[in-house]
């Protein structure tokens, strides 16, 4: 995520995992047909969208009830409506038909796991880890990676951390990129004992997603805190509030750390705060004086670039100087 876009709330975040999985198909119009087919046979248009979308589907998996994709489609609308048990239901009929059908599995198991059923849950992912992890293309199956993430996830809730950091680390095995992932790695780490290695992954998890999602940031707090980095503590601690709102907190913290040992990260936050403000003179400063404590900083580097300035690592600020490309 770039900083100057709109950040995800956490349920904008479950659905895009979805969307990635297959299950919510229906967001992006896969039910578009559905709806079009609803206005046909009437004419009344007060319903809600979700509503056409359902009236639409189960019409359609009347006329057709051996169509697995529908139905598919039809769970899905109803997962969105929070109708879980009739959601599952649907996945239930396309698996007595097709018992392997990955985007049946993936649905029911986060249909379970919305109503509480982590066990249940656990089974449907299995299915597809079980069959999936020997397969040729398992090492760039997103639907597998999918699977190992949700176990990963089910098994931080249920405080099973070896367990969690198995498959996490299976997940990412496919997707090193994956900031949730990442984060929930970070947070069993942390669980395991491990605050070094839980420092790792969660900054890993910022640096894909460096705004708008405060958790990352509030464990960095917690495992620099158990470390006994205390500056780099009140740096995560900063950038927590900025993801709060506070910007006007966030930067006086920030501002305390540009001359200790988490002054690059420091100088980073407040470029990303003024960025986010879109103060571009004061960004380019922060984001350059970042690169004359760390001349080689790959985040000040892209940040310069995404604002049109030629980044320049050097050792001075006459080196860093250079203007707008």
């Not at 990955?102 to 449907?124: E, I, K, N, W």
Request: aromatic residues 6%; glycine residues 8%; charged residues 20%.
């Amino acid at each position: 995520m770039k900083p100057n876009q709109p950040a995800l709330s956490a349920s904008d975040r479950r659905l895009n995992r979805l969307l990635r999985a297959g299950v919510a198909v229906f967001v992006v119009g896969a039910l578009a047909f559905a709806g079009v087919y609803y206005q046909d046979q009437h004419v009344n248009a007060g319903p809600s969208l979700v509503d056409r979308q359902i009236a639409g589907a189960e019409a359609a998996v009347k006329k057709t009830p051996n169509n697995l994709g529908i139905r598919l489609q039809l769970a899905a609308a109803y997962q969105t409506d929070k109708r879980p048990n009739d959601a599952l239901k649907q996945y239930d009929e396309v698996l007595k038909a097709d018992k392997t059908n990955r985007t049946a599995l993936l649905g029911r198991g986060s249909t379970l796991t919305s109503t509480g059923d982590l066990t249940a849950a656990a089974a449907a992912y299995h299915k597809i880890t079980d069959a999936g992890s020997k397969g040729e293309f398992a090492a760039a199956d997103p639907q597998l990676e999918e699977a190992h993430y949700f176990l990963g996830s089910i098994a931080v809730k249920q405080g099973k951390t070896k367990e969690a950091l198995t498959e996490l680390s299976a997940a990412l095995k496919i997707d090193r990129t994956d900031s949730d992932a990442l984060y929930l790695m970070g947070v069993a780490e942390l669980k395991a004992g491990a605050p070094l290695l839980a420092v790792s992954a969660l900054k890993q998890a910022i640096l894909f997603v460096p705004m708008g999602w405060c958790e990352p940031y509030s464990q960095l707090s917690v495992a620099y805190g158990k470390l006994g980095s205390a500056s780099q503590a009140t740096y995560a601690g900063a950038m927590t509030d900025f993801c709060l709102k506070k910007p006007t907190e966030a930067k006086n913290q920030l501002k305390t750390l540009t001359t200790g040992p988490a002054a690059v990260d420091a100088t980073l936050g407040l470029g990303l705060i003024e960025e986010t403000e879109s103060n571009k003179a004061e960004a380019v400063s922060w984001y350059k004086k970042a690169l004359i404590l760390d001349r080689t900083n790959a985040n000040a580097i892209s940040s310069l670039s995404r604002l049109g300035v030629r980044p320049t690592a050097g050792p001075t600020s006459s080196s860093t100087t250079q203007g707008p490309s």
